[in-house]
Structure formats: C-alpha cells, structure tokens
C-alpha cells in the first residue's frame, strides 16, 4: 500500500515543482499555475502517508495524527487555491473571510514542521535531508507571513519540491529493495 502512495505523492511535488517553475519563467499566475497547485494539494493530500511511512520511524497513534493533520490541511489548502482564483480575490481577502482556513494553514504548518524532525530523528534518510527540510519549511513559513520578495519564496518552494521529491525516490527504492531481496527463488 506505501508504494502506490508513494507515487501519488512523487506526483504530487512535481506539480508544486512544476508550477512554481511555469509561475517563474511566464510571470503570471493564471490557470495552469493555479490548477497545478491545486493538483499538488490533493496528490499529497492523498500520498503523504505514503511518504510519512517510508522516511520515518513513527508508527501508531503518531503516525496517524500527524499524517491525517498534514493530509486534511493539503486537502483543505486545494479548496484555499482554486477558492482564490475562481473568487479573483487574493489570499488574504479569503483568509479574511473565510478564518478556518488559517487553522489548516496552523495545522499544516504543525504537521510539516513535526514531519521534519521526525525525518531527522529517523536514519532513513540522509540526515542533511531531513535539516534542509526543516530548514526550508521554516523559511517558507516565514517567507509567506512576511512580505518577501517573489523570487526569493519561488527558490524555496523549488529546492522543497525537489528535496521531497528525492525523498519519494528514496523510500520507493528502499521498497522496491525490499521486494527484490524477499521474493522467492523461482527455481
């Protein structure tokens, strides 16, 4: 079950990574920005439970919450983005009206940032990887409540997805590893 998991959420940072760069080199954030961002949402929203089992250790109650909080907050943020550009309000005009937002903003934020040291505390995965996690989710937080420039949180967002992405990759072959050295000898 981890795998396709897995897979959904590798597709689910390409598209981050995909809109972030369309956003970049076109300058404008129109529909197909707005509906790969959407799609990321929902792919991880979907996946990253995969992604929460195969780099770290957690398991039981731990593993629940913090992937159900990340999960629903991913599902929640979807809504938030195509909110936004069906309204043509911006972001703080719907958070503005709509509060409950914030709390899967809070949630997220919770969750990933708990994900993080639970990635660095697990030895699955490189231990830079799980700190440039942290450390690019702390600044990606600080970035959107604070206004900095554009490109500056395109950079972040970018070298996110491709680490998260990397991590995908990591837990897939750890799993296709354990597949090749279980099955059976077909002689």
Do not use: N
Not at 23 to 40: D, K, R
Not at 68 to 78: F, N, T
Not at 128 to 140: D, E, N, P, T
């Amino acid at each position: 079950m981890v795998k396709p998991l897995l897979m959904i959420a590798m597709a689910g940072y390409s598209c981050w990574l995909l809109s972030d760069l369309l956003e970049v080199f076109s300058g404008q954030y129109g529909a197909p920005v707005a509906y790969l961002t959407a799609a990321f949402h929902l792919l991880v929203g979907v996946g990253f439970t995969g992604l929460f089992r195969s780099v770290t250790t957690a398991r039981g109650w731990l593993l629940w919450v913090m992937t159900g909080l990340v999960s629903i907050s991913h599902l929640a943020l979807a809504a938030l983005i195509l909110h936004v550009y069906w309204s043509g309000d911006g972001v703080r005009v719907v958070l503005g009206t709509y509060p409950v937002y914030l709390l899967f903003l809070l949630g997220w934020a919770v969750g990933i940032l708990v994900f993080s040291l639970l990635v660095i505390r697990s030895g699955r995965v490189p231990v830079l990887a799980g700190w440039a996690m942290l450390f690019g989710f702390v600044l990606l937080i600080l970035s959107r409540s604070m206004a900095w420039p554009a490109l500056w949180i395109h950079f972040i967002t970018v070298a996110l997805s491709a680490l998260l992405i990397y991590l995908c990759r990591l837990g897939l072959r750890r799993i296709f590893a354990q597949e090749f050295t279980t099955r059976p000898d077909p002689r």
